[in-house]
């Protein structure tokens, strides 16, 4: 493969994922082009800012936009190697829809030329790429595809590689995480490892593009079915009065139990997603999947009940819920199970119910002609008396409990142990999950 400033790159979808992956690809020299459907996005980047909120995104991605390494377009153009980094959402009944997937290889294929490298970088079922290879097969036959082209050797190498990122530490984790790159073909997977290797530190694995797609798939439903034993659990230590943090504290003094933390629901696009792509693919083999997924889904319930009930005995207190994120410290309300609860929280109390989210300015438009509000942490603790802990954001963990003492808490993170029982107001002041 050509030296790095030769290299050209295009990145199809500047997402959570895209944006970040085209900006460290660009600071190895690289030119990058991004393309995304939204004008909007476009002009931002090209303005050398961002429209997401990552960890240490905005100075790079400033850097690499002023030095020329990176451009964003709504339009494709030739390049050496294609990146696919769109949405794969799922329908109401979980079926995984690929079009985005689908249309991208399209576009790619209108520049495609022999010798390029195009690798899907998107969460797929398993046998996404090899559709995306009989796309491009199907729209230029001109062109001799990995396993299309009857043992001659093809012109262009077609690869999976999924990101594992975690949201506030993708610009470190892009580089530092090991990556599993699964070609069509070995050959296929090979000329995608050297790609990865310009700036992937990492260890970079070969395999199938098969077993590729279901290690992403893998990955997210294992963390899906811990998570719901957390949350099941924690509906146990309610039903028996025992606080879930303190046993989970306890059994992870055990050698080898390692409990993680429950909370409100699962959310995000991966994990809340995912493990529906296997349970789609083979429903028959796929119970403890699929009841993982509907514990985590039911928790988002469970946590509207009682907070509901709380609100309701206390019909004279403003409400605060704290934070709408799907995890702490980012921007992102994809599938998020804290935003669920809010808007459920909005639609029955209105006006009595305050938003604290310090990663935005504005409420969704989801919560439009509900009468809740967006106030800061200060703000609430001065002027609401109930307090629902929906997102672990530092910020919030910084509140000592002497600002807290005299308030009715719902804490569905634990990120306040301390906090005192209540002592007159006719319901709990802690409740745990």
């Not at 961002?50 to 995104?57: A, K, P, R, S």
């Not at 997937?101 to 970088?121: M, P």
């Not at 082209?149 to 610009?171: K, Q």
């Not at 997924?293 to 509207?304: F, S």
Request: net charge negative; proline share 6%.
């Amino acid at each position: 493969m050509m030296s790095h400033a030769d290299l050209k790159v295009v990145v199809v979808g500047l997402g959570y994922i895209g944006l970040p992956t085209a900006a460290v690809i660009a600071r190895t020299g690289a030119s990058v082009l991004g393309i995304d459907v939204s004008a909007h996005v476009v002009e931002t980047v090209n303005s050398g800012k961002v429209h997401i909120e990552e960890v240490d995104l905005d100075g790079l991605v400033s850097g690499v936009v002023a030095r020329g390494a990176l451009r964003a377009s709504t339009q494709i153009e030739p390049a050496d190697v294609f990146v696919i980094a769109v949405p794969t959402p799922f329908a109401d009944d979980h079926a995984p829809n690929i079009g985005y997937v689908l249309n991208a290889a399209t576009t790619i294929a209108t520049v495609l030329k022999a010798g390029d490298v195009v690798v899907l970088e998107s969460t797929s079922p398993v046998g996404t790429t090899e559709k995306v290879r009989d796309l491009l097969a199907q729209l230029r036959p001109d062109l001799k595809v990995p396993g299309k082209s009857n043992g001659d050797s093809p012109d262009v190498a077609i690869a999976y590689c999924p990101e594992r990122v975690l949201p506030g530490r993708i610009l470190v984790e892009l580089i530092d995480n090991d990556r599993v790159i699964g070609g069509i073909t070995p050959r296929c997977a090979r000329k995608a490892l050297q790609f990865y290797r310009r700036f992937v530190r990492g260890a970079c694995v070969t395999t199938t593009s098969r077993a590729a797609e279901m290690t992403k798939l893998t990955e997210n439903a294992f963390r899906d079915v811990n998570i719901a034993f957390a949350n099941e659990l924690s509906r146990v230590a309610d039903t028996m009065d025992v606080d879930v943090w303190e046993v989970i504290r306890l059994a992870n003094r055990h050698p080898r139990v390692n409990i993680l933390s429950p909370g409100p629901g699962v959310g995000g696009h991966c994990i809340a997603v995912d493990p529906w792509f296997l349970v789609h693919a083979d429903p028959a083999n796929t119970p403890l999947i699929r009841t993982a997924r509907e514990v985590n889904d039911a928790k988002i319930d469970y946590v509207v009940e009682r907070a509901e009930a709380m609100v309701a005995a206390n019909p004279g207190e403003r409400v605060a819920c704290l934070g709408l994120a799907f995890k702490a410290n980012i921007d992102d309300f994809r599938e998020s199970p804290a935003l669920k609860v809010a808007l459920a929280l909005a639609a029955r109390f209105g006006d009595r119910l305050r938003i604290v989210e310090p990663y935005t300015d504005t409420l969704p438009p989801s919560f439009d002609g509900s009468g809740a509000t967006l106030i800061d942490i200060d703000s609430a603790i001065e002027t609401c008396g109930i307090m629902i802990v929906l997102v672990d954001h530092d910020v919030f963990k910084s509140v000592p409990v002497d600002e807290r003492a005299d308030k009715l808490v719902y804490d569905t993170r634990g990120i306040w142990p301390d906090q005192p029982r209540a002592p007159t107001r006719g319901a709990p002041l802690r409740l745990a999950s």
